[in-house]
C-alpha cells in the first residue's frame, strides 16, 4: 500500500501528528501551504471566518501527485467547527486525483464529525478511517499507541476493500 500523508497546519499541532501518521504508515508527508496571512490574532480570526463560510484560499502547487499512491491520508485543524480553507483546496484541487483516502483532524474540543463530513463530500469518496484528537490528546501519553491503532485500522481496512 503506497501512502502519502498531506496536512495543514496553522499551529503545528496537525503537521506534528500528520508526521506520527507518517511514521506509523511509513509514508512520505506534504504540507500543504497556502498565501494567505494566518498568523496571530487577526490571522486566527480570518482562518475561523473563513472556515465557516467554505472559502477556498490559493494554495501552492503540491509536491506529489496523490493519484501516484494506493492511499492519501489528508489532515485539517478543526476551525469554527469547519474544514481548514487550505485543506478544502488541497481536497477540490485534487478530487479527480485521489485515491483511496483517510482524514484526521485536531481540534480545541468538538466539530471532527462536521469536519469529516465536509472533507468527504469535497474529496467525493468515503474515507477507509478518520482519527481526530482533541489538544488535550494531543498532549496524552497514550498517543503514540492511538496512532499506530490508527495506522493498524487504516491498513486494515484498505486490504479489506482492495
Known amino acids: 500500500m503506497k501512502t502519502l500523508v498531506v496536512c495543514y497546519s496553522r499551529t503545528g499541532s496537525t503537521h ?15 504540507d500543504i501551504a497556502d498565501r494567505v ?3 496571530g490574532i487577526v490571522g486566527y480570526l480570518r482562518s475561523g471566518r ?15 501527485d496523490p493519484g501516484e499512491y494506493d492511499l492519501v491520508v489528508i489532515g485539517t485543524p478543526v476551525w ?15 478530487a479527480s486525483r485521489l485515491p483511496r483516502v483517510a482524514f484526521f ?26 482519527f481526530a484528537r482533541t489538544q488535550a490528546q494531543l498532549a496524552a ?18 486490504e479489506k476493500a482492495a
Open 16 to 30: 506534528a501528528l500528520g508526521h506520527r501518521i507518517a511514521g506509523a504508515l511509513d509514508a512520505p508527508i506534504e
Open 37 to 39: 496571512e494566518r498568523r
Open 50 to 64: 473563513d472556515a465557516w463560510f467554505g472559502h477556498v484560499p490559493e494554495i501552492l502547487p503540491s509536491d506529489h
Open 80 to 94: 469554527n467547527w469547519s474544514l481548514s480553507g487550505p485543506a478544502r483546496a488541497y481536497l477540490k484541487r485534487h
Open 105 to 130: 483532524c485536531t481540534m480545541g474540543g468538538s466539530g471532527s464529525e462536521r469536519v469529516f463530513r465536509q472533507m468527504e463530500k469535497a474529496a467525493g469518496r468515503a474515507p477507509v478511517a478518520t
Open 141 to 158: 501519553p497514550d498517543l503514540d499507541k492511538a496512532v499506530e491503532e490508527f495506522a493498524s485500522l487504516v491498513r486494515a481496512r484498505f
